[in-house]
C-alpha cells in the first residue's frame, strides 16, 4: 500500500472505532467489480466486524456535507473516509448476511514489498 503511514494508522483506528465490535477481521480480497480502478493499481482490504450494520453507514460514506449532530462513531468513520479519500483510495460498504463489512482500497505500492 502507498500513503503516509500515519494515515493508514488512522484509517484502520477510524474503522475500528466506530464498528463497536467484539471481533473484527482484516482481509485482502478482489475488489468488487463496480469498485475496480481500470488501471488495477489499487489494495482492496475488508474490514468485518460482528457488529450490525447501521442504516446510516451507507449514507454516510455517500455523503458530502454530514450533519454536526452524528454521534462519535460516524465522526470516527467520516473521519475514516476522509483519510482514505486523501490518499487516493475509497470505502465501501459490502453486503453481508452477518455483521458489517466495509471494503477499503487504497494505492498499490510501486516500492520494495
Given at each position: 500500500?502507498?500513503?503516509?503511514?500515519?494515515?493508514?494508522?488512522q484509517?484502520?483506528?477510524?474503522?475500528?472505532?466506530?464498528?463497536?465490535?467484539?471481533?473484527?477481521?482484516?482481509?485482502?480480497?478482489?475488489?468488487?467489480?463496480?469498485s475496480?480502478?481500470?488501471?488495477?493499481?489499487?489494495?482492496?482490504?475488508?474490514?468485518?466486524?460482528?457488529?450490525p450494520t447501521?442504516?446510516?453507514?451507507?449514507e454516510?460514506l455517500l455523503?458530502?456535507?454530514?450533519?454536526?449532530l452524528l454521534d462519535?462513531?460516524?465522526?470516527?468513520?467520516?473521519?475514516?473516509?476522509?483519510a482514505?479519500?486523501?490518499?487516493?483510495g475509497?470505502l465501501?460498504?459490502?453486503?453481508?448476511?452477518?455483521?458489517?463489512?466495509?471494503?477499503?482500497?487504497?494505492?498499490?505500492s510501486?516500492g520494495p514489498?
Amino acid at each position: 500500500m502507498r500513503g503516509n503511514p500515519i494515515v493508514i494508522e488512522q484509517i484502520f483506528l477510524g474503522l475500528l472505532l466506530c464498528a463497536r465490535a467484539r471481533q473484527v477481521t482484516v482481509q485482502s480480497a478482489e475488489a468488487p467489480r463496480e469498485s475496480r480502478a481500470s488501471d488495477a493499481t489499487q489494495v482492496y482490504l475488508r474490514v468485518l466486524t460482528d457488529a450490525p450494520t447501521d442504516s446510516q453507514l451507507g449514507e454516510l460514506l455517500l455523503e458530502t456535507a454530514p450533519s454536526a449532530l452524528l454521534d462519535a462513531s460516524a465522526h470516527d468513520l467520516l473521519a475514516a473516509r476522509e483519510a482514505v479519500e486523501s490518499q487516493g483510495g475509497a470505502l465501501i460498504l459490502e453486503e453481508t448476511s452477518v455483521g458489517t463489512c466495509i471494503g477499503l482500497s487504497l494505492p498499490r505500492s510501486e516500492g520494495p514489498r
